[in-house]
């Protein structure tokens, strides 16, 4: 079964760290580029982080620039947003999503196949 699989979610505090993997079932993730999105409640949809099939090309939104970073382990199926210096404006429900032999851009229209989400809450 073709699914995506999201963890790591959880409460904490401004200025911690929190790390996002984003696993694969039923197909290998090696031909796909990764995106990282986040929705925060009456808020769109946002591209946060994005990594292409190969991994030699990312992107990331301007508000997490220098915060977060993506990356990916094909050999354990499984691709990694690193978190730090999280702030409440961070709190969203975070989804990851898979492009078949993407570039890496973080256009969620790109993007096929999605998990269900993972809940990353911000707060003191």
């Known amino acids: 079964q073709f699914q995506l699989v999201e963890s790591g979610g959880g409460l904490v505090q401004p200025g911690g760290s929190l790390r996002l993997s984003c696993a694969a079932s039923g197909f290998t993730l090696d031909y796909y580029a990764i995106g990282w999105f986040r929705q925060a409640p009456g808020k769109e949809r946002e591209g946060v982080s994005c990594i292409s099939s190969s991994g030699s090309s990312t992107n990331y939104g301007d508000s997490v620039k220098g915060r977060f970073t993506i990356s990916r382990d094909n050999a354990k199926n499984t691709v990694y947003l690193q978190m730090n210096s999280l702030k409440p404006e961070d709190t969203a429900v ?14 969620s229209y790109e993007y096929d196949y999605w998990g269900q989400g993972t809940q990353v809450t911000v707060s003191s």
């Open 94 to 107: 975070y989804y990851c999503a898979a492009d078949y032999k993407g570039d890496g851009g973080c256009w």
